[in-house]
T-cell receptor, first 110, second 113 residues
Framework: DAKTTQPPSMDCAEGRAANLPCNHSTISGNEYVYWYRQIHSQGPQYIIHGLKNNETNEMASLIITEDRKSSTLILPHATLRDTAVYYCIALFQGAQKLVFGQGTRLTINP | DGGITQSPKYLFRKEGQNVTLSCEQNLNHDAMYWYRQDPGQGLRLIYYSQIVNDFQKGDIAEGYSVSREKKESFPLTVTSAQKNPTAFYLC????????????FGPGTRLTVL
């Protein structure tokens, strides 16, 4: 599975869009990009995933660059409850193992 | 109400004692997983099971054991051989082999005194 690189921490004002970047320059053509988040002392929560097209669901949007070397998770209107560690993972469909790196600690400020 | 339950949320044990962490799911998922998380770190895979009566070691299986006698249950035993057992333990399940979305339980925080 491709290695991903994320900034260790970010801040965002409540009500603004939070844009979380992820670099995955060695991703292969059939590896998906998955995003999870973990609120303090809870289990991780699946957010969204994509292959090459942009994706949107009720939680977030995922923008993947045309060369697929990077992606951005967008929380359109961040709330205080979005404060969490966000993990970007690249892996093959059906892969058994999720490899969680350090992620990005996102703090939403009032 | 479907989901994954782990019990207890907090667990204290004396050094040298084995302890078993419970994980139950009523999602009818085939695959189940155990992860360990240390403070400020990402998750590390201990064991996983794709089907009843079968399981595989993850990256840090030493000092742990599991069983998968029923589809809905995947208990983890932390043995006295585990050198640093104090950690946050997370159980997860996945619908099937074509899906990568894993659903996580609330976790058990184990402290060995």
């Amino acid at each position: 599975d491709a290695k991903t690189t994320q900034p260790p921490s970010m801040d965002c004002a409540e009500g603004r869009a939070a844009n979380l970047p992820c670099n995955h320059s060695t991703i292969s053509g059939n590896e998906y990009v998955y995003w999870y988040r973990q609120i303090h002392s809870q289990g991780p929560q699946y957010i969204i995933h994509g292959l090459k097209n942009n994706e949107t669901n009720e939680m977030a949007s995922l923008i993947i660059t045309e060369d697929r070397k990077s992606s951005t998770l967008i929380l359109p209107h961040a709330t205080l409850r979005d404060t969490a560690v966000y993990y970007c993972i690249a892996l093959f469909q059906g892969a058994q193992k999720l490899v969680f790196g350090q992620g990005t600690r996102l703090t939403i400020n009032p | 109400d479907g989901g994954i339950t782990q019990s207890p949320k907090y667990l204290f044990r004396k050094e040298g004692q084995n302890v078993t962490l419970s994980c139950e799911q009523n999602l009818n998922h085939d695959a189940m997983y155990w992860y360990r998380q240390d403070p400020g770190q990402g998750l590390r895979l201990i064991y996983y099971s794709q089907i009843v009566n079968d399981f595989q070691k993850g990256d840090i299986a030493e000092g742990y054991s599991v069983s998968r006698e029923k589809k809905e249950s995947f208990p983890l035993t932390v043995t006295s051989a585990q050198k640093n057992p104090t950690a946050f333990y997370l159980c997860a399940s996945r619908p099937g082999t074509l899906h990568n979305e894993q659903f996580f339980g609330p976790g058990t925080r184990l402290t060995v005194l």
